[in-house]
C-alpha cells in the first residue's frame, strides 16, 4: 500500500499557482519525497523530490515541513499542459529505488 | 531529462500469440530497469525489476515465465508477454534509472489481445 495520502482531484485556473498537498505521516528518517506526474496515456514524468530542505527546479516547487510528515507540490503558474495526475511517493533507495505508485491528484488546470 | 524510448507504442496481438516490448535508455546507461502494467483509470502496478546482465526480480503475483525479462545491456530491456490473453491487454511502461535516483519513464505500450 502507498505510504501517502493525497486529495483525489484539484481544480486551478491557468496561470495561478497549483498547490498540491500531499501527507506521509509514516515517513521514515532516510525516505526521500519524490514527485511524479502522468499525462494521459503517457508515461509518468518526474518532477522533483526531496528530504527535508525544500527544493525548486526549472518545473515546481517542493515544501516539505519541518517534521517531513507532509509536503507540497508547486507549479507557480500553471498551464493547460499540466492538467495530469500527480504522484507523491516516498523512496528510501532501498531494492533499487523501486517506485510504489498510489492513486495520486488528478490536477484540472481551467482556462 | 534522460529520454527513454518504447516501441512499439501500440500493438494488437491475436490471442494465444507473443509480443515483446522494447525499453531503451537513450541518453545514459540504466544500472535498473522496471516494468509496470497499468490497467483503466488505475494507478501503475509494478511487475519487476531488472537489472543489466542479471534475472529479473518479479513482484508477487506476477508470473515469470509469462513475463520474460531480458536486460541484456545497459541500455536495452526487453518485456515478452508470452501466450497473450485478453485479460494482458494494458498498458505497459518502463523506466530506467542510472547513478542518479531519479527513474525516467517510457512513453509507454498499449498492448490489446484479441
Not at chain 1, 495561478?16 to 514527485?35: D, K, Q
Not at chain 1, 527546479?57 to 509536503?71: F, G, H, P, Q, V
Not at chain 2, 490497467?39 to 511487475?47: A, E, H, N, Q, V
Not at chain 2, 543489466?52 to 518479479?58: H, L, P, Q, V, W
Amino acid at each position: 500500500d502507498a505510504k501517502t495520502t493525497q486529495p483525489t482531484s484539484m481544480d486551478c485556473a491557468e496561470g495561478r499557482a497549483a498547490n498540491l498537498p500531499c501527507n506521509h505521516s509514516t515517513i521514515s528518517g532516510n525516505e526521500y519525497v519524490y514527485w511524479y506526474r502522468q499525462i494521459h496515456s503517457q508515461g509518468p514524468q518526474y518532477i522533483i523530490h526531496g528530504l527535508k530542505n525544500n527544493e525548486t527546479n526549472e518545473m515546481a516547487s517542493l515544501i516539505i515541513t519541518e517534521d517531513r510528515k507532509s509536503s507540497t507540490l508547486i507549479l507557480p503558474h500553471a498551464t493547460l499542459r499540466d492538467t495530469a495526475v500527480y504522484y507523491c511517493i516516498l523512496n528510501s533507495g532501498g531494492s533499487n529505488y523501486k517506485l510504489t505508485f498510489g492513486k495520486g491528484t488528478l490536477l484540472t488546470v481551467n482556462p | 531529462g534522460a529520454v527513454v524510448s518504447q516501441h512499439p507504442s501500440r500493438v494488437i496481438c491475436k490471442s494465444g500469440t507473443s509480443v515483446k516490448i522494447e525499453c531503451r535508455s537513450l541518453d545514459f546507461q540504466a544500472t535498473t530497469m522496471f516494468w509496470y502494467r497499468q490497467f483503466p483509470k488505475k494507478s501503475l502496478m509494478l511487475m519487476a525489476t531488472s537489472n543489466e546482465g542479471s534475472k529479473a526480480t518479479y513482484e508477487q503475483g506476477v508470473e515469470k515465465d509469462k513475463f520474460l525479462i531480458n536486460h541484456a545491456s545497459l541500455t536495452l530491456s526487453t518485456l515478452t508477454v508470452t501466450s497473450a490473453h485478453p485479460e494482458d491487454s494494458s498498458f505497459y511502461i518502463c523506466s530506467a534509472r542510472g547513478l542518479a535516483a531519479e527513474q525516467y519513464f517510457g512513453p509507454g505500450t498499449r498492448l490489446t489481445v484479441t
